[in-house]
């Protein structure tokens, strides 16, 4: 039950959804991106996906909310270079994705990257062939 | 001389030492984010003529073509699994004795969220140089074991539905495909057309695909048995293969009605559903894969896919229990 959008078209499918393995449309808003920067409080390495629970502290009220972010499953993360312990509770991550549907503090990640490193996570399996 | 094309195509076009000849060059490299993609096939299509023509790019992403006639073309490279969506560009112009060079960025497919590509260009690149004759089973037919990175069909013809089928089409599109049984973690498709890993365990007698979503295996009777009368519909239907020379078609009925079918479609159909597959191994490192779906109650003909899967020795199947943390129910605002 991973979120699989197959987007055959290039700019009608920001309109179009079309069907792949379940829909990410129906559970994300690709027209909100976000961008959120906070510390990891806890991680879920579970089926179907992995998730990252990460405080965002609002920088004009000082108010802090606790993000659900949503990534690809452990298998597929893997495969990616990634290990259950590459992020741990207290680490300083930044998130790009989009923004939920059904709940406000809801997203997924098309990008994490680690703020003391620098480093993208996820995208070096594909790299590491250069 | 340098132009620019909009997009992540950019045109350099440089003089040649021969610039007597009618013919030029293309050549450049095939990326997704900031790798290069080996083995990746550039279509390149004349304008004037249809003639097309393709390339393969190497280790390094980098393909060529050499001797094209002077001309406007269009390039194309097909999608890449979840990895990366088709990539077009049209109005590129070859011209005698130059060489135009094109550095095509693919675009990630699945919207990029982190990790739902399954790694697969990155099981892609670690399968490559695999050569050699496919291997045999004990009685001679060419033995399909191996763990297979499926692909889609490069040029997928639309199916054609039945009014009540476009029916539910509409509503589906229209509900961002919220339904799919899948978001429940049920079997979503029973066409094996979902690119991801597939791991077939040959035997004279079975043929068993293991995969990492519902219902998680399928078994292909190759003892001559014939499908049973009155069973149960169920998901995944009843198959049985037989030789034909060296393909293995395999025939399967007994479908429910429930699954939504061929990935990135997400079709409706009846329990009259009917699906031919044609195997064959032409090497040890490729799998084609011919798809027939024949239900006339929801297609007006026949669809037709046409595959070639990759050997990935390097990697498996691996447990995957959808139900460990499911939150598509919440998060797709099903009540």
Redesign the interface.
Known sequence: ??????????IACLT?????????????D?TKPVTLTGKVTKI?W??????LFVDVTDAQTGAVTNWEI????P????????TRNMVKAGDMVTIE??L????PT?A?????VMTATGKK???A???A?? | MRSAIAGSLVVFAAVAAFAQTSRGTLAGTVRLRDAAVPAVTVEVKNTSTNAVLTATSDKSGRFKLTDLPEGVYEITVPPLGIAADRFDQKDVAIKAGQTTTLEITLKQGNLGVLGDDNGYIAIHNNSQDIRGPAPRTRDGHPDLSGVWNINVDPHPVPASLLPWAQGVMKERVETNFRDQPAGLCLPDDPTPTLPLLRKFVHTPKLLVQLFEQEPHYRQIFLDGREHPNDADPTWMGHSVGRWEKDTLIVDTAGFNDRSWVLFAEGLPHTDKLHMIERYRRPDLGHLLVDLTLDDSATFARPIERHMTWQLAPKDDVLESICTENNKYQRNAGIK
């Open positions: 039950m991973r979120t699989y959008l197959f987007v055959a078209c290039a179009t959804p079309v069907a792949a393995h379940h829909s990410f449309a129906a559970e994300f690709i879920e579970t089926n179907p996906h992995a998730y949503e990534m690809g499953s298998n597929g993360l893997t495969r990616l270079g990634w994705g989009s939920g549907r059904n709940k809801l997924n990640a098309r990008s994490v996570l996820g995208a399996s594909s790299e062939t250069q």
